[in-house]
């Protein structure tokens, strides 16, 4: 579904992604690790196409299509959709203005009461991310992007959008890459994969729950210039 | 002389400025360059009739014309008071409270006319009304003068909405007065909204809280376009006691010049007022805010807040990745921000905010 090859990227004259190889099949939920820095939401955000981001080298492709010079609009309409982790507020613009409400989604997520509002203005951080979900799931997706669902949350919202999360995966022909800093969220998935990220570089893979256990015992500093390839998460 | 004319023909013409004289609504009114071509109150309660025929038949009315605006104030009021064709003298009677609209139109439909138009209004003592008042050019006219001069009188306890709409040609020159008083209690609230291209506005209404605990309330929402000049704002003196005040603009420049003035005077206690004026610049354009704040009272607590800047990119970029084109979400938010939801205005005019055009160069 997606294919991400050789990716080079500059942001503000400072190059954050340097080669990124990575490959996401159609049901896989992959997730990306990393310490603060390293360029996984760089990631999602060029996948998405955010002006910032700048390919200068390698390419994005998207059901067999170069999407690297495809506008914002046009990646969202191919089915590539975003979950930001700090969206902005929109004054006077409502999620109505643009999405349809659905009754039984609103219950789920608990946001009825958050459609009269300017979008994202005075919510926290786990009504952000409810709302964030919200419009996730109301659009056509194929690929979803994670950034960060279960930072500023509390578990009782983590545990709200994992199992929509889960929910969404259960179609076997979606994908989605989720980006976690503190793992929380991984509790209640059941990821594909897990990706490590270190200076803007994919330096590992593996089973996503040995991977993080091995991050939090260990620390980010032991990938580097360790050449396992994730077999040392294995043991 | 009120002429009569086949009102099937103006269906939706006046539909730009939010009017509809199909419908009945509590009371229509049409000035057509100079003539009086509708003039017609629907309920009891409320008098609409020209203000020449008003002057006549009451002394109060009398009284009233050229009372807060002095004839020999500039050169708009001369113009009026020697020029004086007509217009509009709106009256609800003490108590009586009314949904809808008192719809009233200045046109303009002939190349070079000079409009003098003179216009009362009072809202009896706890009396509500809510009056539309749409001023326009229609057809082809150009070359036209819009001399305005309105002197409007809210009683005790009475609750006064005034929503003024233009939509003038490219090269006409609006000059409206108008000056506000307000009594013990009452409530005045303006919106001004202004979305089409204009040679030339000034206006610049004053609003007089005379009473203990009376309350203004004046917005304006401008879009400007190339070749658009703005010279606009209110201003309020706050006299009675704890009387209070809110002055805010909403202004879009997409190629415009919009100077935006406001002054608040706190002239005795208890008074509070705020003012805020919020700029946009879509591509070129020019907007200066100029708020002012005045205050010989210990007792007084006047603000005032002014921002001018771009659409956020951020903010445009992320309605993008919810499958708006980049188009679509200038749109969005520029209707946002000019904020009129919170507004009581005709349909046809909060669906021409939604559907501001954007051009394709202001949202690379």
């Known amino acids: ?235 | 002389m009120v002429v009569n004319v086949e009102e099937n023909a103006m269906k939706n013409k006046y539909s730009k400025v939010g009017l509809n004289f199909e419908n009945k609504d509590v009371g229509e009114f049409l000035i057509d360059n100079k003539d009086i071509r509708i003039c017609r109150s629907n309920v009891d309660g409320v008098e609409l009739t020209s203000l020449k025929d008003a002057c006549e038949k009451d002394t109060d009315v009398q009284k009233k014309k050229w009372f807060l605006i002095k004839k020999e104030s500039d050169e708009i009021t001369k113009k009026v008071s020697k020029g004086f064709d007509n217009g509009y003298f709106v009256r609800s009677k003490k108590g009586v409270k009314i949904d809808g609209f008192v719809q009233t139109c200045l046109s303009i439909g002939d190349n070079g006319v000079e409009q003098n138009v003179h216009n009362v209004v009072v809202a009896g003592d706890f009396s509500q009304m809510h009056v539309l008042t749409g001023c326009l050019t229609v057809g082809k006219a150009k070359q036209s003068q819009h001399n305005g001069v309105t002197e409007i009188y809210v009683g005790k306890g009475a609750k006064l909405t005034y929503t003024m709409v233009h939509s003038w040609s490219d090269d006409t020159i609006v000059r409206p007065k108008t000056v506000i008083r307000v009594e013990e209690g009452g409530q005045f609230i303006s919106n001004y909204i202004c979305i089409d291209k204009v040679a030339d506005i000034k206006m610049y209404p004053e609003c007089i809280l005379v009473g203990k605990k009376s309350y203004a309330n004046m917005n304006s929402y401008i879009l400007a376009r190339t070749g658009s000049k703005f010279d606009i704002g209110a201003g309020v003196q706050l006299k009675g006691k704890n009387s209070s005040c809110l002055i805010k603009a909403r202004i879009v420049s997409m190629g415009g010049e919009v100077v935006n003035r406001g002054i608040m005077e706190g002239e005795n206690g208890g008074v509070k007022g705020h003012l805020e004026c919020s700029g946009l610049i879509v591509g070129k354009g020019l907007i200066h805010a100029i708020p002012e704040i005045k205050a010989n009272n210990d007792n007084t607590d006047l603000t005032h807040e002014a921002s001018v800047g771009k659409v956020s990119k951020d903010v445009l970029e992320y309605l993008q990745s919810r499958g708006l084109t980049a188009s679509q979400a200038m749109e969005l938010v520029l209707r946002g921000f000019l904020d009129i939801n919170n507004v009581s205005v005709p349909k046809t005019i909060a669906k021409r905010i939604s559907r501001i055009p954007v051009e394709k160069e202001m949202t690379d």
């Open chain 1, 1 to 235: 579904m997606l294919s991400i090859s050789n990716l080079h990227v500059r942001a503000d004259k400072k190059l954050i992604l340097r080669g990124i190889d990575l490959e996401v099949k159609a049901g896989e939920l992959v997730v990306l690790f990393g310490p603060n820095g390293c360029g996984k939401t760089s990631l999602l955000k060029t996948i998405m196409g955010l002006s910032k981001y700048k390919i200068v080298k390698g390419d994005i492709k998207f059901m067999g299509e170069s999407i690297s010079n495809k506008s914002i609009d046009e990646r969202n309409k191919m089915g590539i959709s975003l979950m930001y982790q700090k969206p902005p507020v929109v004054e006077g613009v409502k999620v109505t203005d643009f999405l349809d409400r659905d009754e039984d989604l609103e219950k789920r997520l608990s946001v009825s009461k958050f459609f009269k509002r300017s979008m994202n203005d005075g919510l926290s951080g786990g009504e952000t991310k409810r709302m964030e979900m919200y419009q996730m799931i109301k659009m056509k997706t194929k690929l979803y992007l994670f950034d960060e669902p279960d930072s500023g949350v509390d578990v009782e919202n983590i545990v709200v959008l994992a199992k929509e999360i889960n929910k969404l995966m259960e179609d076997k022909s979606k994908s989605a890459i989720l980006v976690t800093h503190g793992g929380q969220i991984l509790k209640y998935l059941k990821p594909s994969r897990a990706v490590v990220m270190l200076l803007g570089k994919i330096i590992c893979h593996g089973d996503p729950q040995r991977v993080f256990r091995a991050i939090t015992k260990v620390g980010y500093s032991r990938c580097l210039g360790c050449k396992c390839r994730g077999k040392c998460h294995e043991k």
